[in-house]
């Protein structure tokens, strides 16, 4: 069956270390992979896209990696701070009208000062 | 800054009314969302909404769930006989293009509570 997997349902480290998440995927063959942050009671906020054919993309301090053989993605923040404490949730695409995203359920972070 | 608004931000309803939750997207976004949360759980796909007419639609969207787009501006999701179920967070959503290689942006939600 087809899965979206974000194996850490928490995660708690230290302000100024980095942080790594993971999204795990099985029978997909996404062309995009896309992670958002939401925060309690608020919608998701869009953070970054990667395509199939990228392996890495950044922003600030965000980066995301997308290993198609491996059907995962990783997504660091780097010099964390408690400010960055939410939900992260990676999702794809799996339609070929490119309109039918399925969201992974997320892994909490937080950053303790 | 252009942002997605809903209304109301919370409904309450009795199981078996019918309920519209309502969406103004982004003016000139093309492809249009709605997704739900039960509280705790994760996002799940409901819909999408290209040209006037549903693009996608998952397996939570039955006939008891409908979507229009009334006027330029307005997208709503109607329930017609609400259950206890049914109960979370409704989000919609918008995109410029197809979601799944452009940034969604997402309303603050409207909470509904069937009793």
């Known amino acids: 069956s087809q899965k979206i997997e974000q194996n850490s349902e928490a995660l708690n480290i230290q302000e100024g270390k980095t942080a790594t998440l993971t999204c795990n995927y099985t029978n997909y063959s996404p062309a995009y992979l896309q992670w958002y942050r939401q925060d309690p009671g608020r919608g998701p906020v869009f953070l970054l896209l990667i395509r199939e054919n990228e392996k890495e993309k950044r922003k600030e301090r965000l980066k995301v990696t997308f290993d198609t053989t491996l059907k995962q993605s990783l997504f660091h923040i780097t010099a964390s701070q408690p400010a960055d404490s939410a939900t992260y949730l990676c999702?794809?695409?799996?339609?070929?009208?490119?309109?039918?995203?399925?969201f992974g359920s997320g892994t909490r972070l937080s950053i303790r000062p | 800054e252009p942002e997605v608004t809903q209304t109301p931000s919370h409904q309450v309803t009795q199981m078996g009314q019918e309920v519209i939750l309502r969406c103004v997207p982004i003016s000139n976004h093309l492809y249009f969302y709605w997704y739900r949360q039960i509280l705790g759980q994760k996002v799940e796909f409901l819909v999408s909404f290209y040209n006037n007419e549903i693009s996608e639609k998952s397996e939570i969207f039955d006939d008891q769930f409908s979507v229009e787009r009334p006027d330029g501006s307005n997208f709503t999701l109607k329930i017609r006989s609400t259950k206890l179920e049914d109960s979370a967070m409704y989000f919609c959503?918008?995109?410029?293009?197809?979601?799944?290689?452009?940034?969604?942006?997402f309303g603050p939600g409207t909470r509904l509570t069937v009793l």
């Open positions: 999702a794809l695409d799996v339609a070929s009208s490119a309109s039918k995203i399925i």
């Open positions: 959503a918008s995109s410029i293009l197809a979601g799944s290689y452009n940034e969604q942006f």
